[in-house]
C-alpha cells in the first residue's frame, strides 16, 4: 500500500489513527512536533501525511506549507479538534486533500487517505499524459522541420527542457567532413571548441547509445544519442548533465524520442535536397540550371538595397560548337559540353554561381564583383579556354574559344531581365566579330536574332 507520516502530538491519536491506518495495509511513521516531521520527510519518501492542526512549536498549516514547497506530489490530510469552517477553507486552500474533525472514525480516516491517494495517482497520470503530448507533438515538430538551422535549434530546445539536459551538441554526418556540427547548447565558454572536436573523434564510428567520459567539462554524466533511420547513422545527439540522476526514467526515454525524429528529419532533409537537386541542376553539365540562376538572381536583387555590394553576370557562348557536332558526333559535343563546365568553374570562385544557359551557354554570377572585377574573371577564363585542349583524354585534343559579356549591378542596371538582356547582347557583339573575345555592356548594343533568343545558334 503506501508509506504514510502521521504527525500528532497526542500519543493515543498517533497510536490510535496509527492503527487504523496499519490495518488496511499502511506502513506507517509517527512522530510529534514539526521538526520531528520535517527530519522525517527528509529522511524517507512518503505517499501522504496525516497532520494535527495544533502541534507544540508549530502548526499543521506549517506542515502543510513544508510538504507543498519541498515534497511535491505528498498529500495531506489534516485532522484537528476546532470544529469550525475558518482553518478548515484555510487548509483546503493551501492544498490539503482533506479536512477531518475529531473524533475521526476509522473508516473516515481510512477514506480520507484512499482519495487522498487516488487523487494524487490521478495528478500523476493527467501530468505524464501532459509530457507525453507535448514529446510526441515536439516530436512531430522535429521530424517535419526541413529548414537546418530551425531544425538545430528545435532540437537542442526540446533536448534541454525535455530530455532535462543542461547543455547539447548535436553532430551531423557528412560524406565530406565525417561529423558536423549542426549545432550546440550550453557548453562552458572557450570550452567548445576543443569539446565538439574530441566527440566528433570518439563518435566517428559509433552506432549505439553510450555514456562518454569527456575530459575537462563540469559535467557529472554524459550521454550520447545515435540519429539512426533505417541502417544509417545520420548523426549523434550529446547530452550532458550537471546532476547524474536528471538523465535517468522518463528524461532519458524522452531524449531518445526526440533524437528518433530528428533523425527522420535529418532523413527528410537528405531527400529534399536530392529533389531540390534533380530541380536545380542540369542534368548533362551538373551546373545549376537557368531556374536556379533566377533564384539566385531574385536574392541577390532582394538583398542589395541592405547589402549595397555589386555583382556581375558573365554571359558565355562557346564559339563554333556547332561545327564540333558536325564533324565529331554529338557524343563529343556532349562530352566538351561537361569539360567546359569544368573548365569554367575552375576560373571562378566557390561561392560564385555558374549555370548552363541552355545549349552551349553559361551564365556566371560574380557575387560582390563590380565591373571592373568581372572583366578580369572573364579575361581570365577567356585564356583558359583558348590554351586548354579538350578531351585530350579521349585522343582529340580539341580547341575552343568563347565570347563572353559581362554587365554589373548596379553600374548597369537594377533590374533583373535588363542586366540579363545587356550582358547577352554584350557576348553577342563578339559573336558578330572576331569571336574569342570579352566585351562590357552598353546601352547602345544590338540586340541579338529573335530565333537565337529562343535557343543557343551553336555558332
Known amino acids: 500500500m503506501a508509506r504514510i507520516l502521521l504527525v500528532d502530538d497526542e500519543k493515543i491519536a498517533r497510536t490510535l489513527y496509527g492503527d ?152 551531423e554526418r557528412d560524406a565530406a567532413v565525417g561529423l558536423r556540427t549542426q549545432g550546440t547548447r550550453g557548453l ?31 559535467f557529472q554524466r554524459v550521454l550520447t544519442f545515435p540519429a539512426v533511420e533505417g541502417d544509417a547513422v545520420l548523426g549523434h545527439a550529446v547530452l550532458f548533465y550537471a546532476d547524474a540522476r536528471d538523465s535517468e526514467g522518463s528524461a532519458s526515454e524522452a531524449a531518445s524520442y526526440l533524437v528518433r525524429n530528428w533523425a527522420l528529419a535529418l532523413r527528410n532533409l537528405g531527400r529534399f535536397a536530392a529533389v531540390e537537386d534533380l530541380a536545380y541542376i542540369d542534368d548533362l553539365t551538373r551546373l545549376f540550371n537557368t531556374r536556379y540562376l533566377h533564384l539566385m538572381l531574385d536574392r541577390e536583387f532582394q538583398d542589395a538595397p541592405q547589402t549595397h555590394r555589386p555583382f556581375s553576370l558573365l554571359f558565355l557562348d562557346l564559339d563554333h560548337f556547332k561545327s564540333i557536332n558536325d564533324n565529331h558526333g554529338h557524343l563529343v559535343g556532349s562530352k566538351l559540353l561537361v569539360e567546359t563546365a569544368r573548365v569554367v568553374k575552375g576560373c571562378v570562385r566557390d561561392h560564385d554561381v555558374v549555370a548552363r544557359y541552355g545549349g552551349d551557354e553559361y551564365v556566371v554570377m560574380l557575387r560582390n564583383t563590380d565591373s571592373g572585377g568581372a572583366l578580369k574573371v572573364a579575361e581570365r577564363i577567356r585564356r583558359t579556354m583558348e590554351t586548354h585542349r579538350f578531351l585530350a583524354r579521349e585522343g582529340l585534343s580539341l580547341k575552343l574559344t568563347t565570347c563572353i559579356g559581362v554587365a554589373s549591378f548596379p553600374e548597369h542596371t537594377r533590374d533583373k531581365a535588363t542586366l540579363l538582356d545587356l550582358s547577352d547582347r554584350a557576348m553577342y557583339r563578339g559573336k558578330r566579330g572576331t569571336r574569342n573575345v570579352v566585351y562590357m555592356a552598353a546601352q547602345d548594343l544590338e540586340a541579338p536574332p529573335a530565333e537565337r533568343r529562343q535557343g543557343s545558334t551553336g555558332t
Open 20 to 171: 487504523y491506518l496499519t490495518a488496511v495495509g499502511h506502513t506507517v511513521t509517527a512522530v510529534a512536533t514539526l521538526h520531528e516531521a520535517r527530519q522525517a520527510l527528509a529522511a524517507d519518501r512518503f505517499d501522504a501525511v496525516v497532520t494535527d492542526l495544533i502541534l507544540p512549536g508549530g502548526d499543521g498549516m506549517e506542515v502543510l506549507r513544508h510538504v507543498r514547497e519541498r515534497h511535491p506530489g505528498v498529500e495531506v490530510v489534516v485532522i484537528t479538534g476546532l470544529d469550525k469552517v475558518d482553518p478548515a477553507v484555510r487548509a483546503i486552500k493551501s492544498g490539503a486533500a482533506e479536512y477531518l474533525v475529531k473524533p475521526v472514525a476509522p473508516e473516515a480516516l481510512q477514506h480520507a487517505v484512499r482519495r487522498a491517494l487516488t487523487t494524487r495517482d490521478l495528478m500523476r497520470e493527467n501530468a505524464s499524459l501532459r509530457r507525453h503530448v507535448a514529446l510526441l507533438e515536439a516530436g512531430q515538430r522535429l521530424a517535419t522541420t526541413l529548414d537546418r538551422e530551425k531544425l538545430a535549434t528545435a532540437t537542442t530546445g526540446a533536448l534541454e527542457s525535455m530530455g532535462s539536459a543542461n547543455a547539447i551538441v548535436l553532430l
Open 188 to 218: 562552458p565558454t572557450g570550452a567548445e571548441e576543443t569539446v565538439v572536436a574530441w566527440l566528433r573523434e570518439q563518435l566517428l564510428e559509433a552506432r549505439s547509445p553510450r555514456e562518454l567520459e569527456v575530459p575537462d567539462v563540469p
